[in-house]
């Protein structure tokens, strides 16, 4: 992805991230839990409560705990892709989260580790984290935009011309060069594509040369051929390029589901599978659980997350 320092003269010789090669890393998560504390009260609801129950209505400013996640357990190796699958609400964002390193400590319990050790600052900066919900300035290019951030991330000690470089070849590795000099536009003004604007997401992330990778639902709002082609990117990046790739994925088609190296399956804050994608079908067909017709393994799974298990030969 970036030049070696083999040709450098000595005063050229520099030690960033950016030409260090990639640290592989295994990612280990024991036992996550995290709860949340909701407040039950009455100071905005309570107006509305009132007006229909009365002046008798009582004050209810009770504090719930809400478990989001329950004793999550799993692993990746590098060069691996794990897909987080699950219903909206099961807790995806929030084990992507916690895996990142990004969850408060309060409520949270479990053990995350990276090549055997807690995570530490070297380890969260080798980490590229892509969200939901992009925050891309709408009137720059795609190359301004990588070009912009590689000058905020990318160490000091490298020059203008070293940034330029490396933004070029990240542009390069995410396909983005027929689109490099498109604005990336939004609502209003026209754009690069759905999935050109994911992929611009993933660049600003690659940019920092990340062992790991987090993504969260890099796939919503894309058609399935779009999906596809931006999951063997990121298949690329993990066999080829030997980074961890985590990614949750909303309803991956059957094609996207067989990029997937490992599967963890969330119901309501528990997994319900953890293993190799290519295992799941027989594993659930091992416990009696096995679809009425051939179907997408990813529809099977996410059905019976939801619990609408009744709808396959289940034998008591
Ligand atoms: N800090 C918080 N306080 C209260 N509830 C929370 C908090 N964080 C997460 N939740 C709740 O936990 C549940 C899981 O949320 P999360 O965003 O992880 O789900 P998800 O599977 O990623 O959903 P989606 O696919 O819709 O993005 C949701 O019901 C959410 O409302």
């Known amino acids: ?107 949270f319990t479990g053990k995350v580790v990276a090549n055997g050790r807690k995570l530490t600052k070297s380890v969260l900066k080798r980490t590229g984290f892509v969200t939901q919900d992009d925050v891309l300035y709408p009137h720059l290019t795609v190359r301004e935009t990588l070009m912009f951030c590689a000058l905020l991330r990318l160490p ?50 690659m940019l920092i040369n990340p062992s790991l990778l987090i993504l969260d639902e890099p796939t919503s709002g894309l058609d399935s051929t779009a999906a596809h082609k931006l999951m063997s990117t990121l298949g690329g990046l993990a066999h080829q390029k030997g980074k961890t790739v985590v990614t949750s994925v909303h309803q991956p088609s059957s094609r996207v589901f067989q990029s997937f190296d490992m599967v963890l399956v969330l119901s309501e804050g ?13 594993y659930f067909e091992s416990v009696d659980f096995r679809p009425c017709f051939p179907m997408n393994p990813a529809d099977f799974l996410l059905d019976l997350a939801n619990g609408t298990f009744y709808i396959y030969s289940h034998v008591d």
């Open 156 to 205: 000091k000690s490298l020059s203008r011309k070293e940034k330029e470089e490396i933004a070029d070849s990240v542009i390069a590795e995410l396909g983005l060069c027929k689109c490099a000099d498109t604005i990336i536009g939004n609502t209003f003004i026209r754009g690069v594509s759905g999935g050109e604007r994911k992929r611009v997401s993933i660049a600003h992330e």
């Open 1 to 107: 992805m970036v030049s070696t320092t083999q040709n450098m003269s000595p005063q050229h010789v520099i030690d960033p991230i950016m030409l260090q090669p990639s640290l592989p890393i295994q990612l280990q998560f024991i036992d996550i839990c995290y709860k949340v504390k909701t407040h039950n009260n009455n100071d905005n609801n309570g107006v509305f409560k009132n007006m229909f129950k009365g002046a008798s209505a009582t004050n209810d400013n009770t504090v719930r705990e809400r478990m989001i996640l329950t004793g999550i357990t799993g692993m990746v190796n590098p060069g691996e892709i794990l897909a987080v699958l699950g219903p909206s609400g099961s807790g995806k964002s929030t084990l992507l989260n916690a895996l990142a390193g990004r969850l408060s400590e309060e409520g």
């Open 270 to 282: 528990r997994c319900i599978y953890f293993g190799k994608g290519s295992e799941a079908m027989s």
